[in-house]
T-cell receptor
Framework: NAGVTQTPKFRVLKTGQSMTLLCAQD?????MYWYRQDPGMGLRLIHY???????AKGEVPDGYNVSRLKKQNFLLGLESAAPSQTSVYFC?????????????FGPGTRLTVL | DAKTTQPNSMESNEEEPVHLPCNHS???????IHWYRQLPSQGPEYVIH???SNVNNRMASLAIAEDRKSSTLILHRATLRDAAVYYC?????????????FGKGTHLIIQP
């Protein structure tokens, strides 16, 4: 049981390049999330998904797109990377969204945009 | 979501108890209080949560004030591995599919 995994762990992009971050979970969770964390800050929600084939915007969605074609995978795309997107990206999943439910986080992807 | 207030940092000695406070004076009657922590260079991990009664698990204890306007995360015997940023987060009754709202948390420093 690997939990939540993220690929890649590190990436350096040039401004304008594109890339896709992959998140996978093996816990059969319905809900998945993408967060970003800037230095010295808490996490902020980018996009989330309440089930296969569904996505929704979070607090900071601009410049990102997501897809949830399979229940276990949640992809985060940057179509044209900008230096402001330099951050650490975390994926999370949860079984449900009751107030008592917990989220399980991946190890993060450290992205630098030059 | 109701807001939480935590000290920016705290320092403690190894093998001593640590009490991490959180104020949430605007909490509603059905908000759950969650604590997560983030070890250096890792993703956040769940620690504990509660509604009204004090809670214990293998990692920590959560003491909730009678009026629920504050809570305290208690690490009974801190180790160097407990050095992390600790986040106090409120969850609405419906949970909310829109994720967790993280503040800046409390940076816990453990001295050997």
């Amino acid at each position: 049981n690997a939990g939540v995994t993220q690929t890649p762990k590190f990436r350096v992009l040039k401004t304008g390049q594109s890339m896709t971050l992959l998140c996978a979970q093996d816990m059969n969770h319905e809900y998945m999330y993408w967060y970003r964390q800037d230095p010295g800050m808490g996490l902020r929600l980018i996009h989330y998904s309440v089930g296969e084939g569904t996505t929704a915007k979070g607090e900071v969605p601009d410049g990102y797109n997501v897809s949830r074609l399979k229940k276990q995978n949640f992809l985060l795309g940057l179509e044209s990377a900008a230096p402001s997107q330099t951050s650490v990206y975390f994926c999370a999943s949860s079984y449900a969204v009751r107030a008592s439910d917990t989220q399980y986080f991946g190890p993060g992807t450290r992205l630098t945009v030059l | 979501d109701a807001k939480t207030t935590q000290p920016n940092s705290m320092e403690s000695n190894e093998e001593e108890p640590v009490h991490l406070p959180c104020n949430h004076s605007t909490i509603s009657g059905t908000d759950y209080i969650h604590w997560y922590r983030q070890l250096p260079s890792q993703g956040p991990e769940y620690v504990i949560h509660g509604l009204t009664s004090n809670v214990n698990n293998r990692m920590a204890s959560l003491a909730i004030a009678e009026d629920r306007k504050s809570s305290t995360l208690i690490l009974h015997r801190a180790t160097l591995r407990d050095a992390a940023v600790y986040y106090c987060i409120l969850r609405l009754p419906g949970g909310g599919a829109d994720g967790l709202t993280f503040g800046k948390g409390t940076h816990l420093i453990i001295q050997p």
